[in-house]
């Protein structure tokens, strides 16, 4: 269940704020609808529920606020636009990436992708995806940890009457099996047909809470609906007399055969018809387009009797031929020539359009046309006028199906965060290119820097001329390293449900672990393929190992490892990769001068003899020699590269910190 209590957003300057004291109630088991057109507050309203915005009021989620709730993905499914994904990634890898951030189990990717009906595009690219299967995707995305509560903002724009059937068939699947579901759009027809309760908003406030009925009743114009041949010829009579008798009568083309009359009745339509000599083949009331061609009201199933079902369907097109309606899950809408669209008196605008007769709760989204005992259409009539369909009992139809529900919920493990950073990162190809890339740029280097000569074996070996900043290893790990927070800011599907990326500690290891050990196998091989690339090229000569090999090989390491940490510090204290990667760059460029500057100027006394001290200090004597590494380790720091990446990262953990700290009290 979901109670929200006066949302109020902030306003700008002397603009009046989007949503103002909005205050509603969505119940479990049942579907609502927020309806609104263009502008007037649907989405803020989503937002402030959802702590994405600054504002006043509550929205409690099963009585707690969001903020309260330990796993909000858990309680609450979100659909907000797109799906936030990158769009290389593989539609299976997506979610199983999610499933490692959620903590459910790996097999759930694979049963939502069957129940949305994604299995066959299971390994498309987010990129490739058309509108419908995105919401599908998203929808997925959404009922991957086994929510209770649905949170959509307008799931079935730019999808066909097929894919908005069988999208609003899922979310009445989930109210029926105790779910909240709530949506927001801004067509009354769907509304009143997907809804159980209407929740009307218009310009920020609160203007109708009614059920799906009354508002169908109250709020949509009625309508009487007219089949005939000659269509045209109808409309200019029916508009000739309603402007001789002053009387307020608008005429909608429908395409082909079919027209809409707001402002008159059965009864005149028929006279004015017969009056003419205009052949009508169907005659009957609706109720803002919602009569037996747009579907039903919740509650409510139709049926025509056997002897009206005398008619013959045409599979491939949503025509009627004789004297039958094509039924069936989402059949096509109407795509006649479309003027003057009525508007209804809460603003929004009716299209001229007139969807086939659907089974709201179908199970898939396949166009079914119904067989002659299960289908459901007009009554046909004979002569000029038509009968209206009956109104019928019948068994319900089944459900669309849903994944199972997860029984246990694991425990917090500290691998989840490591799990879910290994599928990001082995996800997609960038990380493959950046370090074919980097060995290709790196043995070329080495090669041209071994033809010039001069250049010392070790920094031979790194592929490190005099002239760049860092090598293209330690800039490739450093790249890296800023993608693995950057991309979460630009597609943040993993904080989905709350619109930003958490700044938790147990993420940033995971991310740092995983930045480590990719930028150890790029710094080793990268020595590997120059030294390879030498001995090729030149002979055994410029690949003999240096006598000091220890301590060159932990300044390598340690600073391309310094180099992929700087990359995740700085892209999450930014949220930028390119903030991640200049933060990389500024070392060589602006830290080390300015640390050379630091160290080389004018002082009383200078730092000489530190490590005959600490050998004094640490009286103990290590074993295996250790006081030899903690010397080395102190003399790789004192150089100005080292002590300067040593600053760096110092200052973008306390910044990291404290911006952990600060989301936290917020």
């Known amino acids: 269940m979901i109670q929200a209590f006066g949302l109020t957003s902030n306003s700008r300057k002397d603009l009046p704020p989007a949503v103002d004291d909005v205050s509603f109630e969505a119940r479990a088991g049942s579907v609502t609808a927020l309806l609104g057109a263009s502008g007037a507050g649907k989405t803020t309203a989503l937002r402030l529920m959802l702590e994405l915005q600054q504002g006043r009021g509550l929205t409690y989620f099963k009585g707690r606020p969001l903020h309260r709730i330990a796993h909000p993905s858990r309680e609450v499914g979100v659909l907000l ?9 593989t539609v299976r890898g997506h979610l199983r990436m999610l499933c490692a951030a959620a903590g459910v189990p790996v097999r759930r990717a694979d049963e939502v992708l ?82 159980d309760h209407v929740i009307t908003l218009e310009q920020g406030r609160l203007v109708a809470d009614q059920a799906a009925t009354e508002f169908a009743r109250t709020r949509l114009r009625p309508r009487v609906a007219v089949r005939t041949p000659h269509a045209a010829r109808l409309a200019a009579l029916l508009a000739k007399e309603a402007r001789t008798a002053h009387r307020s009568v608008e005429v909608v083309r429908e395409g082909g055969n079919r027209l809409s009359v707001y402002g008159s009745t059965c009864a005149d339509v028929g006279e004015t018809a017969f009056r003419h000599g205009v052949l009508v083949h169907q005659l009957a009331d609706e109720i803002g387009d919602m009569g037996p061609g747009a579907g039903l009201f919740p509650g409510e199933i139709a049926e025509v009797p056997q002897d009206a079902r005398a008619g013959v369907t045409r599979p491939d097109s949503g025509e009627l031929v004789g004297n ?11 795509r006649g020539q479309v003027h003057d669209n009525p508007v209804s008196p809460s603003g929004s605008q ?68 490591l799990r879910y950073e290994l599928r990001r990162a082995a996800g997609i190809g960038t990380g493959f290119l950046t370090a074919a890339g980097v060995l290709v740029a790196s043995a070329v280097i080495a090669v041209l820097l071994a033809r010039v000569g001069h250049t010392p074996q070790a920094r031979l070996l790194a592929a490190w001329p005099r002239e760049l900043p860092l090598p293209p290893a330690a800039l490739g790990a450093g790249l890296l390293g800023a993608l693995a927070f950057g991309d979460e800011f630009r597609h943040p599907a993993l904080a989905a449900d709350r619109g930003t990326v958490p700044r938790r500690l147990g993420l940033l290891t995971a991310k740092l ?10 710094a080793f091989l990268t020595v590997g393929c120059d030294a390879e690339m030498l001995y090729l090229v030149y002979g055994r000569e410029l690949t003999e190992v240096p006598a000091d090999w220890l301590a060159l090989s932990v300044s390598w390491f340690g600073l391309v490892v310094g180099c992929a940490w700087s990359g995740v510090l700085a892209a999450g204290v930014f949220r930028s990769t390119t903030a991640g990667l200049a933060a990389v760059v500024a070392v060589p460029v602006l830290v080390v001068p300015l640390v050379q500057r630091a160290l080389d100027g004018a002082s009383v006394r200078a730092a000489a003899g530190l490590p005959a001290r600490l050998r004094e200090v640490f009286l103990l004597q290590w074993p295996f020699g250790g006081e030899r590494y903690l010397v080395g380790a102190v003399r790789v720091i004192a150089q100005p590269v080292a002590g300067a990446m040593a600053l760096s990262l110092t200052a973008l953990v306390c910044a990291y910190l404290l911006t952990t700290l600060r989301s936290r009290v917020r």
């Open 114 to 195: 069957e129940v949305v009906g994604l299995v066959s595009l299971r390994d498309e690219r987010l990129g490739t995806l058309s509108c419908g299967m995105d919401r599908r995707l998203g929808l997925a995305c959404a009922l991957l940890p086994d929510p209770h509560t649905l949170v959509l903002d307008a799931p079935a724009d730019g999808l066909s009457a097929r894919e908005s059937h069988w999208l609003h068939g899922m979310l009445r699947a989930h109210a029926t099996q105790g779910g909240t579901v709530l949506f927001t759009t801004a067509e009354p027809k769907e509304a009143a047909r997907a809804a």
């Open 81 to 89: 636009g797109e799906v936030p994904g990158h769009p290389a990634r």
């Open 513 to 522: 672990a995983v930045a480590t050990v990719t930028a150890l196998v790029l």
């Open 350 to 417: 009716l299209q001229g359009e007139r969807a086939v007769p659907a089974d709201r709760r179908a199970p898939s989204d396949q166009t079914a046309h119904r067989s002659p005992d299960s289908g459901s259409s007009p009554a046909a009539g004979s002569g000029d006028t038509a009968l209206s369909p009956a109104i019928v009992s019948r068994a319900p139809a089944p459900l669309s199906p849903l994944p199972p529900p997860i029984s246990v919920r694991s425990a917090p493990s500290p691998l989840r965060p």
């Open 324 to 334: 039958e309606a094509v039924g069936g899950v989402g059949a096509a809408v109407r």
